[in-house]
């Protein structure tokens, strides 16, 4: 149990997952003692934890900040390439890192559902479809890659659908001859995502290195 | 009403939909007196009505015979190309035509409520998915071709899955800012494209000539 | 158009809908003078519109307010019985009154697509379907009730799911054998309600007198 | 593997499992020699095998068979009462027995999934929706029950829809603040339910003795 204060530092901060991680954090046990966005930089202390959910161009300052100060990092951040992700890995031997394209508890539960029904349907069709707002701008989304990889090096067609202000949608469909499965998840607000952000922070706070996704958070490592 | 019995040919007799062509007009006042399918061609006497539900590949086939006996055609081959949509017109100046890529009365009332919803929700974002067995060949399905002409000039994104035998489903979905709206129509069996062709048979044989769609005889022209 | 501040009363300020409104109205030409809520009254002046988005057991408070001032009144409340809404026809002949359990733009489509699609699916079984956050305390929701009506006397199986916060969602599907045709309106947000309050509200400052609901705001009189 | 001709036994014969059976089985290494119904009772020789896919009212006369003959026995009919579950179990110690109310293969993996969403999300709400054709009597379907069975002694609103000739979809719904996930069967023919009876009948036909369910052979014992 943390009782103390806990200052933190947070990358997009004035992005829709930005205001709901402040929301949260404001509701804990958690200090904003630095914020970077588009309108550039407030710094009122020094950071003992560092939140990135902007983007992708974003990488390199973060990655300085966490060089410069050796705090924990969580990254929300979709649409990171290979060599970024290999930057975090390199990181992560001095500091802990989480990074994961979904911190939604949800959408853990349904990637393990996912896992068991692929083994047990091997020679069933696969289908995988998500939605979400029209401001979205990566295709699929980070979270439909995540479902990907859950098939390996099977291949799985992918729809993404835009529309409105949808929080996101995700349904992975197996079609036997005579039956169809799915599995489905619907985000309903965006303070689910901050909460996962929450308790990764709380998780990293506790250790000294290493690389986490937010998998290893809910299930275990 | 008609009476006596109805001798009529069937193009794509063995197929899915000539299947349960067979039984639903079995059940009413036909008799099959023509078939021709991949197994090629028996004839036991000269049909009255021709029934198409094959393939683009076969129409030269079943316009010859068109030519040749001038009696009343339903087409419900998909994947038509402009070419031949116009050879039907030119056939429907002596004989009435029908053609149609769905013949399921639900789906005459998916395209109505599509073009209402189309009116009132104009500039909100708009997805169509369809799902049919992995066996369809073409994509998007026809049915989806027609929901997309309801939006005439505007480009809709449409999402094409194949799912086991899954018989057919679209859905068409308008999002807003705060709310979605969705029409989804599924065919349970293919019962019931069997019978929109038998209602549009029974129509066509009190006209001498014209072109119809199915929508022209759900909602009349 | 109107261009100066209106001062408007607001019963059920602190609820989920009551904090929609009171952003929405701030951002337009909207100066809120008067709140009523478990926690008391606030005053700072005189309402020229009254909009009520609590529960019926403040029904009496509402209408003693309306008939003290004589001022436009919205009333979003649901669970209304058929003496309280008899009271708001009395009340509607001196002022003018909207009633309607759901502001949202996209459930009067579906409540007119509803009605066409019942109209051509006559014989066509029946459901409907609302799930609504765990807090909601009447069943089935309001929506359900005015979908209910489009059916008249014929009585509809109506399900209510309860599940997590989900703002509201509502399907109405039609069954023949062989096809499934369903309507589906999903919220995402509470926002889109409270824009629709602010409609209605524009809509009423012009008028004199009479009883509206929102379906006579969006497809008129 | 099995490559003699095998002589079963079928209740229920003329019903719509029941017609799906005789064909799923006459494509295999099966022949029918006994079948009963409400049009009474066939026989040519003497089974080896006795399937029941029809109503609880039949049941005496099945268990007569199994009484007499002592041969293994596969029960598909759902709405059985605590007596006649009992009796069963009292049956299988001489032969073997198989009793589920759903034979399809997506329905047992979609039972295991329920029981591991429902250790990770144990204070989510949760709703179960099922969905067949009109002319089915029981509510909630005998599957709705076993899906129910997964929460132990917690309860679970369970909605039943009926709607055309749909011939199967349960879906079942976890809600948490802030996202729902939910895991869904549909059915898109009866076959896949006698092919499951036909793994089964494989199954039983190798057994002494023994009381199984459907899960039992897809997950083994």
């Known amino acids: 149990m943390i009782t103390r204060k806990i200052k933190y530092g947070l990358i997009g901060a004035s992005g829709r997952l930005g205001n709901e991680i402040k929301n ?124 990907r990889n859950v098939f390996k090096d099977r291949e799985v067609n992918t729809s993404s659908l835009r529309l409105g202000n949808v929080p996101g949608e995700h349904t992975v469909s197996f079609g036997g001859l005579g039956e169809v499965l799915s599995i489905s998840h619907s985000a309903t607000s965006r303070r689910t995502f901050a909460e996962g952000i929450l308790k990764s922070a709380e998780f990293v706070l506790q250790k000294k290195n290493g690389f986490f996704s937010f998998t290893d958070i809910v299930f275990g490592k």
Request: proline share 4%; aromatic share 8%; hydrophobic share 40%.
């Open 24 to 147: 949260v954090f404001a509701e804990n046990h958690f200090e904003l003692v630095f914020e970077y966005d588009l309108n550039g930089e407030k710094k009122s202390g020094s950071p003992e934890i560092l939140i990135d959910c902007s983007l992708p161009e974003v990488f390199t300052k973060s990655v300085s900040i966490i060089d410069e100060l050796k705090i924990p990092f969580i990254i929300a951040t979709t649409g990171l390439n290979e060599e970024q992700i290999n930057k975090l890995r390199e990181l992560s031997q001095n500091v802990p890192v989480v990074q994961s394209y979904n911190f939604s508890l949800g959408i853990q539960v349904l990637l393990r559902l996912t896992e068991l029904a692929n083994e047990k349907l091997k020679d069933w069709d696969v289908e995988i479809v998500e939605t979400h707002h029209r401001f979205k701008k990566d295709k699929p989304s980070g979270t439909a890659k995540m479902i």
